[in-house]
């Protein structure tokens, strides 16, 4: 469903910032937009020929936006296009944008939880935001996705999963969830410990869960002989 220009949490560089899309003709639909992810999207030509560009972003910490200015930049300077920046809190991130000196004349904000994008080429994309546990200083989202007769849930930075995602898993509702999992595990970690995640995701359903946002000390190899996936990056996608 989701491909992926990067996998890798903040610290870990050799594996890009965590960021997901989906390019269909010349619509692309991006999942945040961290300070390695433009240097990725030029060089995998992703932003080659693209006439509508949306950009949803789960919350405000750099590995999530710290590209996004240029991202607005191009798309605007050299596609020609004003790109759409999703996100439920508009007033922090366009301060932000502003201070970078990206003037909200060049892009379009849509500040909603609820949001339907109707694309010619990639058709209905349905998303939810909704909030989820990373850090107290900053709002934090995961989005619910409904795509092409799917729904898959995109975690951003959560240190848990709640109930009613659990649940949608649990019923088919949800047919698959992108989960942020680390290798580190200990008392306040803003982030889902592999050894948490195993606690929560019954054996019958890892599966139809994909790690994402992988730590230095991510065990790949448990996550795999434990049911899980992996998600990898572009090179091994495309």
Do not use: W
């Not at 240097?39 to 560009?53: A, P, Q």
């Not at 405000?60 to 936006?65: A, C, G, N, R, S």
């Not at 799917?150 to 709640?162: E, H, M, P, R, T």
């Amino acid at each position: 469903m989701l491909k992926f220009t990067g996998v890798g949490s903040a610290f870990n560089t050799a594996l890009g910032n965590t960021n997901a899309f989906i390019r269909k003709n010349d619509s692309l639909l991006l999942i945040d937009c961290g300070g390695t992810v433009f240097e990725r999207l030029i060089k995998y030509k992703i932003l080659e020929g693209i006439k509508n560009l949306y950009i949803l972003i789960t919350h405000t910490h750099p590995d999530h936006i710290g590209s996004l200015g240029d991202t607005v930049f191009y798309s605007y300077y050299i596609l020609k296009i004003k790109p759409f920046v999703i996100h439920p809190d508009k007033e922090t991130l366009s301060q932000i944008l502003s201070s970078m000196g990206v003037s909200e004349e060049i892009y379009e904000f849509i500040d909603s939880t609820n949001y339907c994008i109707e694309d010619k080429t990639l058709g209905k994309v349905k998303l939810e935001f909704l909030p989820v546990s990373h850090v107290e200083n900053i709002p934090a989202y995961g989005i619910e996705i409904n795509y092409d007769g799917q729904c898959f849930f995109y975690s951003g930075d959560a240190n848990d999963i709640n109930k009613h995602i659990l649940d949608g898993l649990e019923n088919g509702r949800i047919k698959r969830i992108y989960q942020d999992t680390c290798g580190a595990d200990y008392p306040g970690n803003n982030h889902l410990s592999q050894k948490r995640l195993l606690e929560i995701i019954k054996p019958s359903l890892r599966n139809k869960v994909y790690c994402i946002h992988q730590d230095a000390y991510f065990d790949s190899d448990l996550a795999i002989r434990s049911g899980f996936n992996i998600v990898d990056e572009i090179e091994d996608l495309v």
